[in-house]
C-alpha cells in the first residue's frame, strides 16, 4: 500500500486546524449563547473558555490514539481500533444519518437567513433560498466533486476575515465608545425562552468549536507526528479560542446585550454588527463575506456526508455494501449521496418544524448532534485508561478524564437547556441506532469499490 508522503510542517497544520474549526458557528451561536448564559456577558465569556478548553482537551485526547493507529485516518478508524469494530459501526452510522444531514440542513438554513437579509425583498423567502442552497450543495458535491474541492479551498481563506475585521475594530470602537464596558457591567434584561445558566452556554459553544475531528485526517502526512500533531492540535485550538473570545467582545462594541439575544441563533447579530461598523455598503461586503464563509461550511459538509454510507459499506459492513460501494461511471458514490440527501432533508423538516411550532418547542438539532457526537467520545476515552498502559500520567489519565468530564458537562448543559427536547431528540436517534445495529453485519471481507465500464 502505498504511504502518503510527510508533506505538513508544525505551521500548515496549525493553520488547517483553524480554517477546519472555524466557520459558520461562531457567527450563528454570538447571541444564543449569551441567551443561555442569561444576557451575562462575563458569564457568556467563560462559556467561551469552557468550551475551548473541552475542545483542547478532547484534541489531546485523540491524538493520543491517532498516534498509535499512525496507518488509519478519521474518527471512525481510530473507533474502530479502540472499542472495537461493532461500536465504530454505529458511530459510523451516528455520523452518516444524524450528524451531516442536520448539520447540511442547518447550513442551508443559514445561507438562506444572511442571503434574505442582503437581497432585501419584501416578504421572508429564507426557506426558498435554503432549499436553493441545500439542492445545489448536493449537486454540486455528487455530479461536480473537483469543482466542489476547489471551492473548499477558496472558502477556507475567505471565510477568516469577517472574523477578524469585526473582532478588531468592534473591540476599538466599543472601548472608545463606552458600549463595550457597558456590555460587560449590565446584563440584558431580555429573557431567554430557553434553559439558561453556564451549562447551557457551554453546550451552544459546541456547534462553534465543531469540526476539529476533521482535522486529524492529517496525520499520515504530518511531519514528525508524534512531536507535531499534539502540538498542531493544541495550537489550532487556542488561536480558535482567542478568535472567538475576542470576536465576541468585538461584537459587545457595537451589538448590546439585549439587541444581541433578541438576534439569537441566526446570522443577524454578525450582520447587525458588520453594517454598524463599517456602513452599509462595506457592511453588507462582510456580510457577504460571512455569506462565503457559511456556504465554505455547508460544503466541507456536504462533501463528506454524500460519502458516508460509501465509507460504510466500503467496510464489507452494513446494508447493500455492493450498492452503495458501486461508485458509477465517475467514479462517485451516487447511491451514497442519493442516502445522504434524503436523510438531510428529513432533518431539515424538522429544523423547519421548530419554527412552525410543530414540536412545542426548539429543537435544536445543531447544538444537540454535537453534544451526542462528544457522548460517544467517552468509549474512546474510557479505553485510553484501561489499555494503554505504555503512557505517562498526564496522557493516560489527566487527559481522557478531563476529556471525559467535559463530554459530560456538554451533556448536562445541553440536558438543561431543554429537557423536553433533549428527551424528544435522544428517542430519534436511538430509533436511528436500532436500525442501525439490525442492519450491522460481522465483517467478512472489505468489499472493493467498484466503477461502472
Do not use: H
Amino acid at each position: 500500500m502505498k504511504v502518503p508522503t510527510k508533506k505538513f510542517g508544525i505551521f500548515t497544520a496549525i493553520a488547517m486546524v483553524v480554517g477546519i474549526v472555524i466557520g459558520s458557528g461562531v457567527f450563528k451561536s454570538a447571541g444564543d449563547v449569551l441567551a443561555r448564559a442569561g444576557g451575562s456577558l462575563p458569564t457568556a465569556i467563560l462559556a467561551w473558555l469552557i468550551g475551548g478548553g473541552i475542545i483542547i482537551f478532547s484534541t489531546l485526547a485523540f491524538s493520543i490514539v491517532a498516534l498509535k493507529q499512525a496507518k488509519k485516518s478519521g474518527i471512525i478508524d481510530f473507533v474502530e481500533e479502540v472499542v472495537g469494530e461493532k461500536t465504530a459501526y454505529l458511530v459510523g452510522w451516528f455520523i452518516n444519518f444524524v450528524y451531516f444531514p442536520i448539520l447540511v440542513g442547518v447550513l442551508s438554513w443559514l445561507a438562506g437567513s444572511i442571503t434574505n437579509t442582503l437581497v432585501g425583498l419584501d416578504g421572508d423567502y429564507t426557506w426558498g433560498f435554503a432549499i436553493i442552497y441545500f439542492i445545489g450543495s448536493y449537486a454540486l458535491n455528487i455530479f461536480g466533486p473537483v469543482f466542489a474541492g476547489r471551492w473548499q479551498v477558496s472558502a477556507t481563506g475567505i471565510k477568516l476575515v469577517p472574523l477578524i475585521l469585526i473582532a478588531v475594530v468592534g473591540l476599538v470602537v466599543g472601548l472608545v465608545n463606552g458600549t463595550t464596558i457597558e456590555s460587560f457591567t449590565i446584563p440584558a434584561t431580555v429573557v431567554s425562552s430557553a434553559g439558561t445558566g453556564l451549562a447551557a452556554a457551554v453546550a451552544v459553544t459546541a456547534f462553534a468549536y465543531d469540526g476539529w475531528i476533521t482535522a486529524l485526517a492529517i496525520t499520515q502526512e504530518l511531519k514528525d507526528p508524534k512531536r507535531n500533531l499534539s502540538r498542531a492540535l493544541l495550537g489550532g485550538a487556542l488561536i480558535v479560542v482567542f478568535c472567538y473570545v475576542l470576536f465576541f467582545i468585538g461584537l459587545s462594541g457595537v451589538i448590546t446585550n439585549n439587541e444581541a439575544i433578541g438576534l439569537a441563533g441566526s446570522l443577524d447579530t454578525s450582520v447587525l454588527a458588520a453594517s454598524r461598523l463599517f456602513g452599509n455598503f462595506f457592511g453588507s461586503v462582510v456580510s457577504v463575506l460571512i455569506l462565503v464563509s457559511v456556504l465554505g461550511t455547508l460544503n466541507g459538509l456536504t462533501l463528506g456526508a454524500v460519502r458516508g454510507m460509501y465509507q460504510i459499506s466500503v467496510k464489507g459492513v452494513g446494508p447493500a455494501p455492493e450498492l452503495f460501494t458501486n461508485l458509477g461511471k465517475k467514479d462517485q458514490p451516487y447511491a451514497s449521496g442519493l442516502l445522504s440527501f434524503v436523510l438531510a432533508f428529513f432533518w431539515g423538516i424538522i429544523w423547519y418544524g421548530n419554527f412552525q411550532g410543530f414540536w412545542g418547542g426548539f429543537m435544536d438539532t445543531s447544538v444537540l448532534t454535537i453534544v451526542f457526537l462528544y457522548a460517544s467520545f467517552i468509549l474512546v476515552y474510557f479505553n485510553i485508561v484501561k489499555n494503554f498502559t505504555e503512557l505517562n500520567i498526564f496522557k493516560r489519565y489527566i487527559v481522557p478524564s478531563i476529556a471525559t468530564i467535559g463530554a459530560l458537562y456538554l451533556i448536562y448543559g445541553a440536558f438543561v437547556s431543554d429537557p423536553r427536547m433533549f428527551v424528544y431528540f435522544s428517542i430519534i436517534v436511538i430509533i436511528f441506532l436500532l436500525v442501525g445495529l439490525l442492519t450491522y453485519k460481522q465483517k467478512t471481507i472489505v468489499v472493493e469499490a467498484k466503477s461502472e465500464v
